[in-house]
């Protein structure tokens, strides 16, 4: 071959090595903006802020978890601060470290406008409300039952 058409095939290559980098860096950017767009889309609406005399979960105090199921942890009783996270990862408030069917970061229940909510982070096997599925984040009140993998958990105070 002639030195021109190496020449030619060289530059060739590296046109097609830096289309494929672009390619790959545009597809990350779809990708960060589609996730951003689905979490926006999942948040619950807002509502304007009114004063409140008192938020239902203050009058009768802060509300807590409770452990139903499995037997060996039932009872066990967790606070529920402004934003509380439920999975195996020690980094959780609520560790479910012997649960197999709990993600690492299952779900998390958090407050706003006075309200608690309850999130389901994406996981694999979901997160139920009194027996069904959270796909959006849904406000919960004494008395509801949450399922995060096969770890199930009453709201009280």
Known sequence: MSHGLLQILRYFLLALVWL???????????????????RSATDPPREPQRPRPSAPAERGGPLRLRILEPAERRGAAFDLGN???????????????????????????????????????????????NGKRVAAP????????????????????
Do not use: Q
């Open 20 to 38: 494929f980098f672009l390619y790959a860096a545009r597809m990350v950017l779809v990708e960060v903006r589609r996730g951003r767009n689905e």
């Open 138 to 157: 849904v406000p919960i009140r004494r008395g509801d039952r949450v399922k995060v993998g096969s770890t199930l958990l009453e709201v009280g105070r």
């Open 83 to 129: 934003e509380t996270t439920l999975g195996r990862s020690p980094g959780c408030a609520v560790t479910l470290d012997g649960d197999t069917f709990a993600s690492s970061v299952h779900a998390r229940v958090f407050r706003r406008d006075g309200e608690t909510w309850l999130e389901d982070l994406g996981s694999t096997n979901g997160t139920f409300l």
